[in-house]
């Protein structure tokens, strides 16, 4: 691990942004660049090279997890931290799957930020126990299809199932048995709970 980590802190909200900076800078790690959107973000990272880049989940102008690809096709040695504003299970796993180091979230405790950076610089994983612990709640729950996600993103935006059908060109029927399926892997018993339980777990996108 080099003596001072150089980062690279790619986050659309100043104020996050200045916090972080301190925190880091306090602790003798060196912001070497700052973004406010995803595009600005990736070409300081191809310029830059930093040891660890702290990349906001939500961007203006895109999602992190879509973007790690393009972050390990210039590097494939990049040591990533998802910054996020809550731990939504589903977000964190597909973040770890596509090459993520590490996943906090904004309201993460100073110290716990400069461990998360030194400990993913000198290229480990970092989870903090509460993010752990919410991703082993869910442990061995089945998995939606896309169709089933496609759904559960209907259902978030208020559709009915024969406004849903209606759109996925396909019987009302159809419908209700997709909804069936996603009630019984996501544990819940109504749509407003499969609502909230999706936004909650990140399952669905809704601000993009």
Do not use: W
């Not at 992190?64 to 990533?80: G, M, R, S, T, V």
């Not at 979230?105 to 993913?120: H, W």
């Not at 970092?126 to 612990?133: K, N, V």
């Amino acid at each position: 691990m080099p003596d001072s980590i150089k980062v690279l802190l790619i986050e659309n909200q100043t104020l996050t942004r200045i916090g972080i900076k301190s925190v880091l800078e306090a602790s003798g790690v060196m912001i070497a660049g700052e973004a406010d959107t995803a595009a600005k973000g990736l070409d300081l990272f191809k310029h830059l090279r930093p040891d660890v880049t702290i990349l906001g989940l939500r961007m203006p102008d895109s999602c992190a997890i879509d973007d790690l690809a393009d972050y390990f096709a210039a590097q494939p040695n990049a040591k990533i931290i998802v910054l996020a504003e809550h731990a939504g299970d589903a977000e964190i796993t597909k973040a770890l799957k596509r090459g993520a180091l590490g996943y906090i979230c904004k309201d993460v405790e100073p110290d716990e930020l400069i461990k998360a950076v030194k400990t993913v610089a000198a290229g480990r994983k970092y989870i903090p126990t509460d993010i752990a612990e919410i991703l082993s709640e869910n442990i061995g729950q089945e998995a939606l299809t896309r169709t089933e996600e496609n759904v559960l993103r209907m259902i978030v935006g208020g559709m009915s199932n024969k406004e849903i059908a209606f759109a996925l060109d396909v019987s009302e029927n159809t419908v209700k048995t997709h909804v069936k399926n996603i009630f019984d892997k996501i544990g819940v018993s109504d749509r407003t709970s499969a609502a909230t339980t999706a936004i909650k777990r990140g399952l669905v996108r809704v601000d993009l």
